[in-house]
Nanobody
């Protein structure tokens, strides 16, 4: 089973930027995907972004589209989430996850089987 570990969280003022990284223990060339999710206190875990290792088209939630950028470095089994124009409502624990979702489920947390420990992102107003 693939293991993933994220890093890069921190405290930033509104309007600032952070870049999260997620390293996977391995990748495959089928439909495996890496997703980013977040969970704020008292709220459900929500989808942020995802991409298949074999693809080059990222998926985003409406709340982050235009501000966050998903990228990957296949040679390093690493994906990144560049977060710009951060808002206080982006404050959450961010998780990366690995799975093999069908395309219609790529935004669904239950389609991912391996999860990292999470990294805290705090945006102050």
């Amino acid at each position: 089973q693939v293991q993933v570990a994220e890093s890069g969280g921190g405290l930033v003022q509104a309007g600032g930027s952070l870049r999260l990284s997620c390293v996977a223990s391995r990748r495959t060339f089928n439909n495996d995907a890496i997703g980013w999710f977040r969970q704020a206190p008292g709220k459900d875990r929500e989808f942020v972004s995802a991409m298949r290792w074999s693809g080059n088209v990222p998926f985003y939630s409406d709340s982050v589209k235009g501000r966050f950028t998903f990228s990957k470095d296949n040679s390093r089994n690493t994906v990144y989430l560049q977060m710009d124009s951060l808002k206080p409502e982006d404050t959450a624990v961010y998780f990366c996850a690995a799975g093999n979702p069908i395309l219609s489920q790529i935004r669904a947390a239950q389609a991912y089987k391996s999860w990292g420990q999470g990294t805290q992102v705090t945006v102050s107003s």
